[in-house]
């Protein structure tokens, strides 16, 4: 037996440091969330509308300057061309994947893409790989959480839907990367729920995760004793969510219009055509969603010309249309029951997730399958970012509400490589847990050979041809040998991300075989380092320019509010070393706030917020007593109010 | 005599060390096995190497901590399976299932080639019959017949063979028993001796390549019933 001694005295383990908060980050395909364990309790960190949710649109304005969430949603329509919805469909994927979604969704594709190029979209004139979009949503998740910290957040764990394949993660993890954030772990999706749900509710037993969101559908079977949150199976349908509903909602409007107002937007100018269908798909989403809750819900769009196109939709009607797409989890939910061993009368507990499962027919389904009634306790939309909060304390070392606790993940799909005739042979087979490794060993065929090639796959079909290509590598610098003696030996690892890595190793020389492993659809390291928005060193400093503006913001508009405090009736009341005083502030600000020295500005403003306290409640009386004269507040002039925290805000006599 | 995973001073992860799955956990290399005592050791393992509790670690100790837990995953994955366990042991003594393995009759259908594979004896003439009339339902299809009372006669025989399938598992564990005393003995000072060894596995392999077949028929049935 061989003993191994501590050779890490030199390496001790550097401690988390107070101010170094891991966010957990749900990137979904409709909306995207971040989130942190705040004390013993996640809590989701809303964004600077005040909001938990921001959609997950991206937009460039007239300056070509991205615009993200909810500005991007109004140039959704007004500039189509210039913003893109659901990318997470698009990631990870390549141009001949992508057909069936091009004719439902208004992407547009770079027109020189090369075939194997990862995608390029076009927003205006300008292009954008999927996880170059992806990590814009992202960056702002991040502005939000540094906002709330008060300092830079540089690493996060981000949510995968857990039938995402290996390219799918991987340009995930790129965006990350993009955005400037270490991503720690990628997390599947409703085991992150489960974390979330586990938190409170700490028992043992079988739990079935349906997760039905924007664009994917997930199953995941966990068993679940003493904080061990151990997936048993899990399955799945990444093209598959609330987008299938709206697009069959548009289809049937413009078939509609088409056919009873004889309008046909083939013939109008594209521009007009994609605003009218995005209008059709806000209206759609709205009665979808109304559907949820009333037995009709009416459509009500203007179109191009002037006409009106007006329907109502029953729940009846709505319930009968979406129930192909809804069946379509059914299959994934059977399998993971099949694979998990188990009968549906032996689960304990079924969970839902995803703005989805809203739906009453989605979870009449459930109920169905399951024989249960689905726990809905915790909101649909933010459980999933939640839960990689949970995961985020875990990797960060823990706390007491973590303590215990432990996700062990699988592997969704089959990792196969090619062999003679095409076919697959499956070497880590789907559910296994991650970490996982399989070692395979290869030969040469030809005196002297050098390379072998390898073609790795992920599937569960027997021919190579019907499984996803994940990468295709040489084994490159065999030593010079007979045919058949060299004796390579692969080895293949799935982390914990489900990301798979490969090693070689040539067994009768002991050398390390070179390995250049070639992603069938992914970004380059390279093409990643030169994508980097923020890049990772300049985090601090990229944070300190932003309190700098942020600050300069906040002296502007107390600048102004004195401005205006000057012409009020109050400005009469103070004495004249008051105003004098104020007058030296006011200069002293408007000095510093041409300098770069944020705690210098900060400084002044807050001096000047003194210097201010009293000319601001003379203001409030005077205001008080005219609103008491008839007048209202807003005749009052009172001047815009600045939305920082400030005496002269307006915030203050509410 | 489990391997060391981790330092025995500072308790910190170490490199996994060269060993095979059962040494990994401390275990002879018998069959017959604890599988719930396993379970519990997988948990308490777990605890300790898989990657999210060492993320604060230096680098060095977080690759230590992928490897030794994909290890740990790989072995308990191999060892609660009676089958894969079996066809684990075999693999550490040198013996070979090739042959009838699921790869070399996918390889054989995809190319063509005629499968190297013997027909177990005592399935001769069920195999014989199951082919006419597999045969004859493909043909039916094909005129669009009815052909429900093939299909039953068919399900009925699908049902025969899965039982063999299930009994031929109680039979693989009377193996293990004499495997397991061997070992036993050798453990007592008393070796095994290579032929005593090669006859045991012998009737594994023998068992276990039985299996593979009918679970390869039941596949075509199903996949013949499904088309």
């Given at each position: 037996?061989?003993?191994?001694?501590?050779?890490?005295?030199?390496?001790?383990?550097?401690?988390?440091?107070?101010?170094?908060?891991?966010?957990?980050?749900?990137?979904?395909?409709?909306?995207?969330?971040?989130?942190?364990?705040?004390?013993?309790?996640?809590?989701?960190?809303?964004?600077?509308?005040?909001?938990?949710?921001?959609?997950?649109?991206?937009?460039?304005?007239?300056?070509?300057?991205?615009?993200?969430?909810?500005?991007?949603?109004?140039?959704?329509?007004?500039?189509?061309?210039?913003?893109?919805?659901?990318?997470?469909?698009?990631?990870?994927?390549?141009?001949?994947?992508?057909?069936?979604?091009?004719?439902?969704?208004?992407?547009?594709?770079a027109q020189d893409l090369q075939p194997g190029e990862v995608l390029r979209i076009k927003l205006g004139d300008k292009t954008f790989t999927p996880p170059e979009i992806s990590a814009l949503i992202l960056r702002q998740l991040k502005r939000s959480a540094e906002r709330f910290f008060g300092g830079p957040v540089t690493k996060a764990v981000i949510t995968v839907p857990a039938y995402f394949n290996d390219a799918q993660r991987q340009a995930t993890k790129d965006a990350g990367r993009i955005a400037g954030l270490e991503v720690l772990r990628l997390v599947n999706e409703p085991t992150a729920a489960s974390l979330a749900y586990g938190l409170d509710q700490k028992q043992n037993g079988m739990v079935a995760v349906y997760d039905l969101g924007g664009g994917t559908f997930d199953i995941s079977i966990l068993k679940l004793h003493d904080g061990i949150f151990e997936v048993t199976a899990t399955n799945g349908d990444t093209h598959l969510g609330g987008d299938d509903i709206d697009n069959l909602l548009i289809t049937i409007a413009l078939d509609d219009i088409r056919g009873d107002l004889g309008l046909d937007f083939r013939n109008n100018d594209l521009r007009r055509s994609a605003e009218t269908v995005q209008a059709i798909r806000k209206a759609v989403i709205e009665a979808k969603i109304a559907l949820s809750s009333q037995p009709s819900a009416k459509l009500d769009i203007e179109l191009p010309g002037g006409k009106r196109y007006q329907r109502e939709i029953t729940r009846e009607q709505f319930e009968q249309l979406i129930q192909p797409v809804i069946d379509r989890t059914v299959g994934p939910c059977k399998q993971a029951m099949k694979d998990a061993g188990l009968k549906p009368e032996q689960i304990d507990e079924v969970v839902l997730v995803g703005g989805s499962t809203r739906i009453p027919k989605v979870r009449a389904l459930v109920k169905e399958l399951f024989r249960r009634e689905p726990h809905t306790d915790l909101n649909p939309d933010e459980v999933v970012a939640l839960g990689a909060a949970v995961q985020a304390t875990i990797l960060g070392g823990g706390s007491q509400a973590t303590e215990n606790m432990l996700l062990l993940d699988?592997?969704?799909?089959?990792?196969?490589?090619?062999?003679a005739g095409g076919v697959t042979d499956k070497i880590i087979l789907r559910n296994s847990t991650i970490p996982a490794s399989a070692t395979q060993f290869y030969t040469t065929q030809v005196d002297g050979q050098a390379n072998v090639a390898i073609h790795v796959l992920q599937g569960e079909r027997e021919l190579a041809k019907d499984c996803r290509s994940l990468a295709r590598f040489d084994l490159k610098g065999i030593p010079p040998m007979a045919a058949g003696i060299p004796r390579v030996e692969v080895k293949f690892l799935i982390d914990a991300n489900g990301i798979l890595h490969v090693s070689a190793r040539e067994q009768r020389s002991g050398k390390e075989a070179d390995i250049q492993v070639?992603?069938?659809?992914?970004?380059?390291?390279?093409?990643?380092?030169?994508?980097?928005?923020?890049?990772?060193?300049?985090?601090?400093?990229?944070?300190?320019?932003?309190?700098?503006?942020?600050?300069?913001?906040?002296?502007?508009?107390?600048?102004?509010?004195?401005?205006?405090?000057?012409?009020?009736?109050?400005?009469?009341?103070?004495?004249?070393?008051?105003?004098?005083?104020?007058?030296?502030?006011?200069?002293?600000?408007?000095?510093?706030?041409?300098?770069?020295?944020?705690?210098?500005?900060?400084?002044?403003?807050?001096?000047?917020?003194?210097?201010?306290?009293?000319?601001?409640?003379?203001?409030?009386?005077?205001?008080?007593?005219?609103?008491?004269?008839?007048?209202?507040?807003?005749?009052?002039?009172?001047?815009?109010?600045?939305?920082?925290?400030?005496?002269?805000?307006?915030?203050?006599?509410? | 005599m489990r391997a060391a995973h981790f330092c025995g001073s500072c308790g910190k992860v170490q490199p996994p060390a060269p060993v095979d799955y059962f040494t990994f956990f401390g275990l002879p290399p018998k069959l017959n096995l604890d599988v719930a005592a396993l379970e519990k050791d997988f948990y308490v393992l777990s605890r300790r190497l898989h990657p999210d509790l060492n993320a604060t670690a230096g680098s060095k100790e977080q690759q230590w901590s992928l490897e030794q837990s994909s290890m740990l995953n790989d072995a308990y994955r191999t060892l609660r399976d009676p089958i894969k366990r079996t066809e684990y042991l075999l693999h550490l003594e040198g013996v070979a299932l090739e042959e009838q393995s699921k790869t070399a009759t996918e390889q054989a259908r995809a190319t063509g080639a005629i499968k190297k594979q013997i027909v177990p004896p005592d399935l001769l003439e069920e195999v014989f019959e199951l082919n006419m009339e597999l045969e004859e339902l493909r043909m039916n299809r094909k005129t669009g017949e009815d052909d429900s009372a093939l299909v039953a006669e068919i399900g009925k025989q699908k049902l025969v063979l899965e039982t063999k399938h299930e009994a031929l598992l109680d039979e693989l564990e009377t193996h293990w028993k004499d495997w397991d005393d061997l070992i036993d003995r050798s453990q007592a000072g008393r070796a095994a001796s290579a032929e005593e060894l090669a006859q045991v596995t012998g009737k594994m392999v023998d068992v276990l390549n039985r299996r593979n077949y009918i679970r390869n028929l039941v596949r075509d049935v199903n996949a013949a019933l499904e088309e």
């Open positions: 037996m061989k003993k191994y001694f501590c050779i890490l005295s030199s390496n001790f383990c550097i401690l988390t440091m107070a101010s170094d908060h891991i966010v957990g980050i749900d990137l979904g395909t409709t909306n995207s969330l971040v989130a942190f364990m705040q004390g013993e309790a996640p809590v989701v960190i809303s964004g600077d509308d005040g909001l938990n949710l921001l959609p997950s649109v991206v937009a460039l304005d007239g300056n070509n300057q991205p615009v993200i969430g909810n500005a991007a949603r109004n140039s959704l329509i007004e500039t189509p061309e210039r913003a893109v919805y659901s990318i997470k469909r698009l990631m990870g994927r390549g141009v001949e994947d992508i057909q069936d979604e091009l004719k439902l969704f208004p992407f547009r594709l699988v592997t969704p799909l089959s990792l196969g490589i090619e062999v070639q992603p069938s659809y992914g970004l380059t390291d390279e093409q990643v380092e030169s994508m980097i928005l923020d890049s990772f060193d300049n985090a601090e400093e990229d944070f300190r320019r932003r309190q700098l503006v942020e600050a300069r913001n906040e002296a502007a508009t107390i600048l102004s509010a004195l401005e205006k405090g000057k012409k009020s009736p109050a400005w009469g009341q103070l004495t004249t070393d008051e105003k004098k005083q104020i007058a030296k502030m006011e200069k002293a600000l408007a000095a510093v706030n041409a300098e770069d020295d944020y705690a210098a500005i900060r400084k002044a403003i807050d001096a000047l917020n003194q210097g201010t306290m009293r000319l601001a409640e003379l203001m409030m009386d005077t205001a008080v007593s005219t609103a008491l004269k008839g007048k209202s507040m807003d005749e009052a002039d009172l001047g815009e109010g600045p939305t920082a925290p400030h005496p002269m805000a307006k915030a203050e006599f509410e | -």
